[in-house]
């Protein structure tokens, strides 16, 4: 006979058992996932490679809640709290996300709006568009970041000041070292900092367009990689100390990590096939 309470005490004493995930039980498994979570991969980014790298072997393929939970549940003491150090955002408890505040945006002239963009651009059909914005730290310092829209390709810019004029002289430097095919466009914010628009258009020979006021989710890709870019430069902290070859170090990390958006593949391999397409 079914008694109610007897069922509700069972029910709680097998809740309190312990339960060993499929990362426990595989040590194969758990050392790879350890690897990649130490290269700053995020668990979603190691389930998908997992499944690309092991398509035949099931023992081998894992979620990316079964990282979380190892990572936030079960795992105990100091690996614990190693680990969740390599996270993208790194707490010890998963919170919901909450709307940031972008900063100052100042007045452009004759700026050319996104809605005049060519229909390219917006099917990421074609390679050589690209995002742009400021990664700004304490003291008024900051570096610039440019994200191609097709292969999610990121470049980082030292920037020694954040006045016009410094700004698009070292972006159209940067930039300028690309095939031709490769700089078709630009999508920035309406920043002060972009306020030399013009000069910059002629020195880096590609055509600026600018989100409409208080609208960053039109430059998307470029929105989630200052977030990524958050790991290496977290907010308050100065810019202005990291070298040329120090950002460029942190670029080839992102632009190793496998997308969910490209097939598991990496920005980097996307963007070497779109380099020699263009050759």
Known sequence: MYRAAKADERAWIRAQRHKFCKMDLNCRLYDTVLRKLRLQWSPQQIAGWLKKRYPDNPRMHVSHETIYRTLFVQAKGELNRELTLHLRRARFMRRAKRATDHGHRGPIVDG?????????????????????????????????????????????????????????????????????????????????????????????????????????????????????????????????????AELNMVARRLNGRPRMTLGYKTPAECFSASVALSA
């Open 112 to 244: 050319i709006s996104i809605s005049e963009r060519p229909a390219e651009v917006d099917d990421r059909a074609v390679p050589g568009h690209w995002e742009g914005d400021l990664l700004v730290g304490d003291r008024d310092s900051c570096i610039a970041t440019l994200v191609e829209r097709r292969t999610r390709f990121v470049m980082l810019v030292k920037l020694p000041s954040r006045d016009s004029k410094t700004v698009t002289k070292a972006l159209a430097k940067h930039i300028r070292k690309l095939p031709v095919e490769l700089r078709r466009s630009l999508t920035w914010d309406r920043g002060a900092e972009m306020a030399r628009h013009k000069e910059f258009k002629v020195a880096a020979d590609l055509q600026v367009y600018f989100c409409d006021p208080h609208s960053p989710w039109q430059r998307g890709s470029n929105e989630n990689t200052n977030g990524l870019l958050r790991q290496y430069f977290p907010k308050g902290e100065p810019l202005d100390d990291y070298s040329q």
